[in-house]
């Protein structure tokens, strides 16, 4: 934006800051394939923290070093990179663009101050980047853009800006408005001309980028008539948004607005999140030095994003919930951090990325970590003191050394064995908690089995340590299927889950079809008797019951009634009988499905004064339930949720069409925020089993749901009747 200042990053040292007011941490938005990853290299490389051909010197690529991202060629985790510039030292947080891992993308929106959407000139701008888009709006966080893939024989910068301002300045389009106009080189055979340069629409200036160094000139008055109309658009949207209310006056009057008052405001504009400038960048090409406009985007993200200083203070709590004063971004208060990532190294164990938001944070100190709100998924709460180990500065797969993280600045630390991602770290005598972040709900299950002796003496461990890092996927031990399931947001998610348990935990895991808790129930009233009568010589057993079952309404459970009369089934046999009916009502009476809400009345029985026992009345009532199930009508009943899809408007109508073509009841809809509507239904779990995944297909990416249990209904017969048949058990 001003006059530039180059100023490499050291390559053999770790960045560090002295004081809040030298750190800027931003994070990259945008979708898969947008150009964020190579966006971040570029900003390395003319930052000086990379060698010439944009590498790190192990040959790594300085944000993605895991290796399932390298097989994948895709980001699936948050990753940082430190660079510097003009004494600023810039923490580059490159999200995942793949709506699967987008816990890793709100990880990154908690430890940065700002926001880097990246879109691409050839796809254009989807609909999950409008959604975060519209988060950030809401809290405020300040935002710019920056155009990609300008190298695109089909790009058009100027088309793209035209549908960010559509977009993302839907309320207020002069507050997204160009900095820069790109500047053309001669058109190649297929007819597109690459750009090679920018006009700075404040300056004035001509930015040329064709050596592979930046170069500045006075432009020609051919390129000079080109900037005028989008100049005064840009100087006019910088005043509205300029707390000099005489400035506009001034300007309308005929007066020329010197370039640091317009430079000084648009920087205020952008930290207070009111106004969002669009930039356009590529990387560098044959050996340069520089990639195109990357020079001016270090010099808006360190002249006009925000520090962690102008951060609202952080609201924090007691371990027990007692109310703490907040606390603001000072190196010498209460210490306060959070753990944003957590990752396993194969050589120095779990590895956490640590937010410092208050105080500091040594090596070697003892710290409280405190982690509490996650336990639905897996996540118990805990308290606990801990050593830190190493601190470090990523750097691809190096960790530079640091002895210390100030408030506002970003570390890796070592050897912390209990914090997982969504902890707090504090002073061990001044114990905090900072409320979690919002994670999205894993909604897609992956039901899995150990696949050998060996791996299921390991799994345990390998799934506690795969949940600890992804508080966005849940554990849970089925009580009524007896399956070990995986929650996930979407099935890359689960593929990284299996791929990580094997690779580095060392467990092989099989997939099995996910089951729905069904149960069974009497579609009529029934008679049961039950007769338990051995006899092998010595102490027999010898036990008969006769009872009567009758259906109950939904919700009721198992009902037990003693009816016997004149002692036919002596008294201390009657909880006998009651024990083998309802064992036998857990393990079902048709097709292996837990009984429920039913009436199970004793009416008659006998008993032999020796040989009767405990053991064989149970075995008679078990006996007694099966045979009044084999004379009635079972009823499979299948668990209902209720499902309320949030999507924009113009995909209501497919989605109620999908609902309806599951077995879906609609019972309402209602408007959500501007043009969003809640799409609410009752419908069988059985139904969306896959809907996180559907429902991405049928909204375009932007639907979002949320489910919850709301009764057990009985199944369709001909539906019935296919799961029995898939269990070997006919009606």
């Not at 944070?361 to 606990?384: F, I, Q």
């Not at 201390?572 to 009651?578: C, D, N, Y």
Request: aromatic share 4%; charged share 25%; net charge negative.
């Amino acid at each position: 934006m001003g006059a530039t200042s180059h100023q490499a990053g050291a390559a053999g040292r770790a960045l560090t800051a002295d004081r809040p007011s030298s750190l800027r941490n931003v994070v990259l938005v945008g979708h898969s394939g947008s150009g964020k990853t190579t966006l971040v290299e570029a900003l390395a490389l003319t930052a000086g923290a990379v060698n010439r051909a944009g590498r790190v010197e192990d040959g790594a690529t300085v944000s993605d070093y895991d290796e399932i991202e390298h097989r994948r060629q895709r980001s699936v985790q948050l990753s940082l990179v430190p660079v510097e510039w003009g004494g600023i030292k810039i923490n580059i947080l490159d999200t995942p663009g793949y709506a699967d891992f987008v816990g890793e993308l709100r990880a990154g929106l908690r430890a940065a101050d700002a926001a880097l959407f990246v879109v691409s000139a050839s796809d254009g701008i989807d609909g999950a980047t409008r959604m975060v888009w519209d988060e950030c709006e809401a809290v405020g966080m300040p935002r710019a853009i920056v155009v990609t893939h300008l190298e695109a024989a089909r790009s058009d910068y100027t088309q793209m800006t035209t549908v960010c301002g559509e977009i993302f300045g839907a309320d207020d389009p002069d507050a997204v408005i160009p900095l820069y106009l790109p500047l053309h080189g001669p058109a190649g055979p297929d007819g597109h001309a690459p750009v090679t340069g920018l006009l700075g629409l404040l300056s004035q200036r001509v930015y040329e980028y064709a050596s592979g160094e930046r170069v500045e000139r006075d432009p020609d008055p051919a390129e000079l008539s080109l900037i005028t109309d989008a100049r005064a658009r840009l100087i006019e949207g910088i005043i509205a948004e300029s707390e000099d209310e005489g400035l506009m006056d001034r300007y309308l009057g005929g007066e020329e607005i010197d370039l640091k008052t317009l430079v000084d405001d648009l920087e205020r504009a952008v930290a207070r999140g009111t106004f969002h400038p669009v930039l356009m960048a590529a990387p560098a090409v044959d050996g340069a030095r520089q990639g195109l406009g990357t020079v001016e985007l270090l010099e808006l993200v360190t002249g006009g994003f925000p520090t962690p200083l102008e951060r609202a203070a952080v609201t924090v709590t007691r371990p027990d919930g007692s109310a703490r004063p907040a606390v603001t971004c000072d190196p010498d208060g209460s210490l306060v951090a959070e753990v944003v990532k957590t990752s396993s190294d194969p050589y120095v164990g779990r590895v956490s990325l640590v937010r410092v938001f208050s105080g500091t944070l040594k090596a070697e100190d003892t710290v409280h970590v405190s982690g509490h709100g996650l336990a639905d998924r897996g996540h118990e709460d805990h308290d606990v003191d801990e050593r830190v180990g190493s601190l470090s500065s990523p750097f691809g797969k190096q960790q530079r050394v640091l002895t210390r993280c100030i408030a506002g600045d970003l570390a890796c630390v070592a050897k912390l064995t209990r914090a997982e991602t969504g902890d707090t770290l504090s002073a061990k005598d001044d114990p905090l908690l900072m409320e979690p972040w919002t994670m999205p709900d894993p909604l897609l299950p992956l039901a899995i089995e150990a696949h050998s002796k060996a791996d299921e003496d390991k799994l345990s461990q390998g799934l506690a340590r795969l949940v600890a890092e992804d508080p966005t996927m849940r554990l849970e031990q089925n009580p009524h299927t007896h399956q070990v399931v995986l929650w996930c947001l979407g099935e890359a998610h689960q593929d990284v889950a299996l791929e990580r348990l094997r690779t580095r935990y060392g467990v092989q895991v099989d997939p099995v079809p996910h089951k729905v808790s069904l149960r069974e129930t009497f579609g009529a009233k029934a008679a049961g008797r039950g007769r338990h009568v051995k006899q092998s010589g010595g102490h027999g057993q010898f036990a008969i019951c006769e009872i009567e079952v009758e259906p109950l309404p939904p919700g009721s459970g198992i009902e037990f009634v003693d009816k016997v009369v004149g002692g036919a089934v002596p008294r201390q046999f009657i909880p006998s009988v009651e024990k083998g009916v309802r064992a036998q009502a857990a393990r079902g009476v048709a097709a292996g499905y837990p009984l429920v809400d039913v009436r199970v009345t004793l009416r008659d029985g006998k008993a032999h004064s020796v040989d009767s026992s405990d053991a064989a009345f149970q075995t008679a009532g078990a006996l007694a339930l099966r045979e009044a199930a084999a004379e009635a009508r079972i009823d499979l009943l299948e668990p209902v949720a209720e499902l309320a899809v949030l999507v924009p408007d113009e995909y209501v109508g497919p989605v109620m069409s999908d609902l309806a073509g599951r077995r879906g009841r609609v019972v309402g809809t209602d408007q959500a925020g501007p043009g969003r509507t809640r799409v609410r239904a009752e419908i069988p779990e059985i139904e969306i089993g896959r809907y996180a995944v559907e429902l991405r297909s049928v909204s375009h990416g932007t639907g979002r749901f949320a489910r919850a249990y709301a009764r057990h209904e009985p199944m369709p017969p001909q539906i019935a009747e296919k799961v029995r048949e898939q269990n070997g058990k006919g009606s």
